[in-house]
């Protein structure tokens, strides 16, 4: 079984709309990463939450962790083009990252 | 800095040929990892190391072998290429897992 899911698998949205990435572990998260993919091209790092609760910001990007729950979030504020991509999650198990699948976006303009 | 840099970016073999991937980070990073990533199966972790001189294995680390001599540079190596190494290779450096991810390298095992 997938030890992190990632929801939704793709998503297309109209440029300013907002919109919401999950990502869900079946293992307490010591730490989460996120990442944005360009078709390929690496990994660019967009941010690490560690704590319960804790949330982040990168430009119009935000990200909040539920220890609770095991999950995250991301969450785009007036979307742009250049959002477009693949965004996957990272948690952090023992040394290792395990990732998800990804979510791909597309944002029309 | 240069940051996390991959060589080759691109490289074609044949089965049963050997090659060495070369990952080099100039960020003094202790954490090195190496994935593959393939359609479907998305990132998989090959082997990794956490500090110099060491390295152990991640999720698939069959047929690939790995050294860390240096500090700086991580090297991942097919002793006897297969069909199924056909991936594109990420490496990745940090201070805590691998943020810093290279642009990959793109093995066509034919």
């Known amino acids: 079984s997938q030890e992190l899911e990632q929801s939704p698998q793709s998503l297309i949205v109209q440029e300013g709309k907002n919109l919401t990435i999950n990502c869900t572990s079946s293992?307490?998260?010591?730490?989460l990463y996120w990442y944005k993919q360009k078709y390929g091209e690496g990994l660019i790092f967009l941010m690490m939450l560690q704590k319960g609760g804790e949330e982040k910001s990168h430009e119009k990007i935000t990200a909040k962790l539920d220890e609770k729950k095991q999950q995250s979030s991301l969450h785009i504020t007036a979307s742009q083009p250049s959002h477009a991509g693949i965004y996957l999650c990272?948690?952090?198990?023992?040394?290792?990252?395990?990732f998800g699948k990804g979510t791909l976006l597309t944002v029309n303009p | 800095n240069a940051g996390v840099t991959q060589t080759p970016k691109f490289r074609v073999l044949k089965t049963g040929q050997s090659m060495t991937l070369l990952c080099a980070q100039d960020m003094n990073h202790e954490y090195m990892y190496w994935y593959r990533q393939d359609p479907g199966m998305g990132l998989r972790l090959i082997h990794y190391s956490v500090g110099e001189g060491t390295t152990a294995k991640g999720e698939v680390p069959d047929g690939y072998n790995v050294s860390r001599l240096k500090k700086q540079n991580f090297l991942l190596g097919l002793e006897s290429a297969a069909p199924s190494q056909t991936s594109v290779y990420f490496c990745a450096s940090g201070p805590k897992r691998g943020e810093y991810f290279g642009p990959g390298t793109r093995l066509l095992v034919l």
């Open positions: 293992k307490t998260l010591y730490g």
């Open positions: 990272g948690a952090d198990f023992n040394y290792k990252l395990t």
